[in-house]
Structures are given as C-alpha cells and as structure tokens.
C-alpha cells in the first residue's frame, strides 16, 4: 500500500460523539504491533474460489443437464501493511464475503494462496501450528445477533476463545480478562452476566469485536460488520474499531457496501466486478479520481461523495448472472466504454500512473 497514513486525526472520525463508557484499553501488548507498521503482513495472490454447484448426479445423467461452476473469486490478488485497512466494495454477489471467508480459512483456495507474516496460511491451517495461525486472525460478521449464542451470557461469549486456545484457565483472571475486553470496546464489566438480546444491536456488535480481540489478533477480517446497524450506532462502532486500529496496530480487511463508510476507515480500496479486481488503489486517488467505468458508477451513485466536475453516469444494468459471465471484460454490458475489444478480452489489472486497473479503456488512454 502506498498510503503513509499511519494515525488517525479528528478529520478520519465519523461525526458521533465518544460511545457510552468508552475507556482506554489497557494491558501493554495493546501496543505490541505498533512499532511495525510497514510491512505487508497479509499478502493474496492469484486468489480463486470456485463452487460446483451443479444440479444432483441423477438430474444431470436423467435430463442431460451438465455440470455447472460458480467462479465465485477468480485471482484475486493484493497485499495489507500491518496497521493498514483495505477495504472491498462492489455489488452483491461480487465475490467480497468469499475473500473474507478464505482469508480467516473458513474456505479453501480453488487456485492461488495467502501468505500472513510471511508464511503460507492454507498450507498452516492444516497443521497443529494452525491452531496458532487462527488465534492471530479473527473475523467480525454482519449480523451480531446471528453470530451470538443466545444461550450465553456474555462471559461466556467472549471468554470462549481465551479457553478454546487455553489461554487462561484460572475463573477469577478470565472474568478479569473479559471486563478488561468489554471496556475496551465502550461496554461494563458488570454487562458480562446479560445474555444477548439484553443488548442493543450497536452494544451486540460491540460484545462480537470483545470476542474477536480476545485472542488479541493482529488481523482482524470485518465482513460488513455495521451494516445492520443505525447510522448513529454504525459511527460509534466504526469509531471504536478506528481507535482499536490505532492503538493495538490492527490490520483490516473491511467490506462493505456503504463508500461513505469506506471512505472513512480504509487506506486502500479494492472494487470487485464478478469475483475479480477492477480498481485496487489508494482511498484519497480513488475518490478523487476513479478510474475505472465500475468505479465511477459506483461512486456517481452517491450524491456529493465526489465532484470532480466529470458527467456522472448513474448505477444501469445489474450484474450478471456469474454462471454465465459475459465474454472479454464481464463489465461490458453496462459499460458506456465498450468496444469490440472489450467484448472479446478480458483486461489484466494492470498498474497504470500508480493505480491497479483492469480496463482495456484506460490502458488505451481512451478516458
Ligand atoms: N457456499 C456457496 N456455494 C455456492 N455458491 C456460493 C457460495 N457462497 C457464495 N456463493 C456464490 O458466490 C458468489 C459470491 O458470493 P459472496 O457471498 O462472496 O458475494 P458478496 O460480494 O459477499 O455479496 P453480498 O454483498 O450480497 O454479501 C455469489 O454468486 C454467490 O451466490
Ligand atoms: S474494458 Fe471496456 S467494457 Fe470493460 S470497463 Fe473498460 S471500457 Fe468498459
Ligand atoms: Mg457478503
């Protein structure tokens, strides 16, 4: 990543006021990956997920019917600096919670790979030294009712993973552990005897981001993680999350749908179009300057996020269906750019002035 961002001013802070009992984290390995920022910590490449999703063996012998693949990610590659945030817009159905999903391991590759500090993840998730691999990258859900055992009081939600890796055993410093926890993500130590739907949906997810730092990662995947949230309490979470950032050295991948709220965490911005990059670039070059046709629709959705004084071209067309993607660039359908070319092969994500774009449009200089 090109952005030498490395704080937060006041300027990076959604408009709300501090959340309720918000409180400094505490404990010295808070600061522990501070003093790296710099170095990719997380690297994908050439990354590919593909699902069969053909219909039972006995339709298809019966009816003829053939075998069907979803290419659901096909070769995504990018990098994250340590204490950096990239993160992923596009469409529904673009590919955005498959990459989450094979980052934390929960998918496996199709083709391509991951490397996290330096050592290749998917070849670690199946060895013992996976279960160490696991405890450095957490994820954050959507939905923090849905990722909550209802069942639970809070104790026992956030204190699981600090058992599970048999980080601490002893009763009295694991209720210790999780109050440190919940203050630190704006919550009392007295909520941790409330089960969950005690809480409202801003303080759930509040309680998800306790359980994922319990094992004090240092990679934190965040798949929509305020979405369901009111615009009021999504500023609270978002802010907690910026300030955990910057004082534990969190690195982020952060998907989501709203660019007002990307525009605000990340550092680096990748756009994907049918499972592949079209636009990987720095926030303040993407925003002030799109390049990329996807890009520019998307950004012309919202009014006033940028005014570059360009004719705005609003949201056509939907995306494809990605059992049968169009021919050359897969964007072409929508595309006020198209040519011949485009219709017939697919652009490389090509580095143009600074930028990762894959666009036979900009790479011919015809915009
Ligand atoms: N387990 C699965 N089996 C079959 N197809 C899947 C599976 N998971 C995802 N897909 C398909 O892969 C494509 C990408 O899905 P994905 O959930 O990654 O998209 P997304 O960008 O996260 O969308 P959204 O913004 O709606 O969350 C979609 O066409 C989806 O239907
Ligand atoms: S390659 Fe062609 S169709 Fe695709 S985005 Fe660029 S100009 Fe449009
Ligand atoms: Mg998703």
Known sequence: MSNSETTTSAGDRFPAGPPQGKTAPSGGSDVRAATSVGAPLVQAFDLAKTFDVSPPWLNRVLEGKPRLMLHAVD????????????????????????????????YEPTRGGLTFDGQDAHAAFKTPRG??????????????????????????????PLKEHGLITNEAELRARVGELLKSVGL?????????????????????????????????VCDEPTSALDVSVQAQVLNIMKDLQRERGLTYLFISH???????????????YLGRLVELSDKQTLFANPKHPYTRMLLDAIPKMHDTGRARTPVQGEVPNPLSPPTGCTFHPRCPHVNDRCRAERPQLLSIQGVKIACHAVEEGRI
């Open 188 to 220: 009392s130590p007295l909520d941790m005897v409330k089960f969950p739907h005690q809480f409202s949906g801003g303080q759930r997810q509040r309680i998800s981001i306790a359980r994922a730092l319990a094992t004090e990662p240092e990679f934190l």
């Open 258 to 272: 709203n660019l007002a709220v990307v525009r605000h965490v990340s550092d680096q911005v990748g756009v994907m």
């Open 131 to 160: 279960r160490q691999l696991r405890r450095r990258i957490q994820m954050i859900f959507q939905d923090p009712y849905a990722s909550l055992n209802p069942r639970w009081i809070v104790e026992d939600i956030v204190g699981e």
């Open 75 to 106: 070769g995504v590659s990018f990098e994250i600096e340590k204490g950096k945030t990239l993160a992923l817009v596009g469409e529904s159905g673009c590919g955005k919670s498959t990459v989450a999903r094979l980052l934390v391991g929960l």
